[in-house]
């Protein structure tokens, strides 16, 4: 069974993007794009949703640095408002339920699985015990005014174990837990 690695970028507060702010917040430097470009996960298959599909397809188009290595890499965008084909290369338009094609995709790929961006798909991906890994960039800025998509709003409790971490251009973070999901806060109280 392949494992399924969540990927997010975050701001300092939690968020995953932030109106009127570039891509990577504009702080990606040469360590960081170079790990992005050169990283041996960077051909494995991304899961993603609907909105991040919008997102990124645009960005790659645009020529945002560090997105054009995304055109090759198979793609499985969950939807059920685009329409096929999508026109992104690599894309694959999935229509029935995520956690059932995921489970199945674990089982069968011969790749390890990745997201990217998709706060609700990565959400019900936790919930179902199939993350093996959340992988965190951490970028030095607070867009409290600005933020938005706050990544981890309604999740459950979750306990990290930390595996990896490194810093890029002296600045950016990375992150790397294996999570386990708790039933509540460790300790806690419940009636017989």
């Known amino acids: 069974m392949q494992t399924l ?43 993603m949703g609907a909105t991040t599909y919008r997102l990124m397809s645009e960005l790659t188009a645009g020529g945002e640095e560090g997105t ?54 990565c959400r019900s991906l936790l919930n179902a015990g199939l993350v093996d890994r959340y992988r965190v960039g951490v970028f030095p800025v607070i867009t409290g005014a600005t933020g938005q998509d706050r990544i981890f709003d309604g999740y459950p409790d979750v306990r990290l174990e930390l595996v990896e971490a490194r810093t890029f251009d002296g600045r950016i973070q990375l992150l790397e837990y294996v999570p386990t999901l708790l039933d509540g806060p460790p300790g806690a109280w419940s009636p017989a």
């Open 5 to 47: 690695t969540v990927d997010f970028i975050i701001s300092l507060d939690g968020y995953g993007a932030a109106e009127g702010w570039p891509g990577f917040w504009g702080m990606e430097g040469p360590e960081y794009l170079g790990w992005l470009a050169d990283s041996p996960d960077k051909d494995d298959p991304l899961l």
């Open 68 to 121: 054009d290595m995304l055109g090759g890499v198979q793609k499985y965008v969950f939807s059920s408002t685009l329409e096929d084909p999508l026109t992104w290369e690599n894309s694959t338009l999935v229509r029935e339920d995520a956690v059932a094609f995921v489970r199945r995709l674990k089982e069968e790929s011969d790749r390890p699985l990745r997201t990217i961006g998709s706060v609700a798909l």
